[in-house]
């Protein structure tokens, strides 16, 4: 037989970053112990964090038959009712939002929840030309780019790029390049960033909201890193929410990637919208990690454990990561950092590298240092941007030994391929 694939499997089935990604995770976990593993978002295992699962998990093998219900029962395709219901009161209570049970949906995983939402709304439609989903700063997370059931289904801006000192910068919107019409279905934003470990400013955050409220849109904002769970964000800024955002969530960074559940918060209509898709495409959503962090919202136990164990753990790993790569780099390398204020990554710029970076990741693989090459977090571009060739994603969150071994051969490969700087 031979396999004939339509369009939607050709595209499913190239291979895409995130496969790559993926793959290479995998197969580094699975058959190359040696391999440093500064690739993919694979939360770091942190023992006080492990525990509690543990705890919580003997705790459900130990209630009655809760254990046999959360196996045996297929659950709503909107999600478990006392854990949405839990998660609202929470919510409410944390941020002063006014959410009701019918604001909130599950899903596989919050990859899961943008596949949905991505071609709900962009893509081609009922009537009129077809529609694009804005990312507003590009770079932007490597798992959306080939979600489009549609070709092109993203157009992305270049950011601003300010210089906070000789090797450090940050990435801001540049609202003079956004452009917002008819074509545009929704403006979406990782908050912390993926890849760069950015959190876009109040006031940009406040802006692109106002935008999208203008042109009647929704605004969406993964905030899979962020406050209040699993809260890998390094400054007290608070996630806003209003009907006309969805909001993601995710319970994977809590250390719970293979739960694999995804939470949106948005109005009622799209929350709807999403269900409906969730029954067609996966029925109903698992159980298992609703069931296990619902008692942790309701007594306050899980905003303890993210404020004392978990943001302290990534915001030290960072800051050590980064010690780490100025002691590496030295002054003979010409090299630029993005201000970690969140998630697992450092953000890397060689600006005067010989190569590309993807050429850099094969020579790094080859020395047993994993990390993801730049250019995959640069998609829905209308122009070619050479810094996109510049740049590569590491994780600092691993074992520190690791992360300095992996440095120190990253700057290496770097000072053998850099040209003089000019
Ligand atoms: N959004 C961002 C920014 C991510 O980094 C990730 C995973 O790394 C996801 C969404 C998807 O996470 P999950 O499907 O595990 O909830």
Redesign the pocket.
Known sequence: MTLHLSKLGQKLTRRSGILELMDDLGKAMSEHPEMRMMG??NPARIPAVETVWRRRMAEVLDDGDLYERMLANYDTPQGQRLFIETLARFLNQQFGWDLMPANIAIT???????FYLFNLLAGEQVSGPAKRILLPLCPE?I??ADQGVNPELFVSCRPEIKHLDAHTFKYHVDFDRLQIDESVAAICV?R???PTGNVLTNDEVERLARLAEDNGIPFIV?N??GAPFPSIIFSEIKPIWNPNIIL?L????LGL?GT???ILVAREEVIEAVSAANSIVSLANGNIGQTLVEPLLKGGELMSLCHNVIRPFYEERSRQAIAVLHETMGDDVDYHVHVCEG??FLWLWFPNLAITTQELYQRLKQRDVLVVPGHYFFYGLPEDWPHRNECIRVNYSQDPQQVREGLAIIAEEVRKTAQPSS
């Open positions: 993919g978002g596989n995983g919050s990859q899961n929840a943008f997370y798992g959306y990782s912390p960033t993926n993964d899979a890193y993601s995710s319970l994977s960074k990637p694999r559940t995804g998630a697992l």
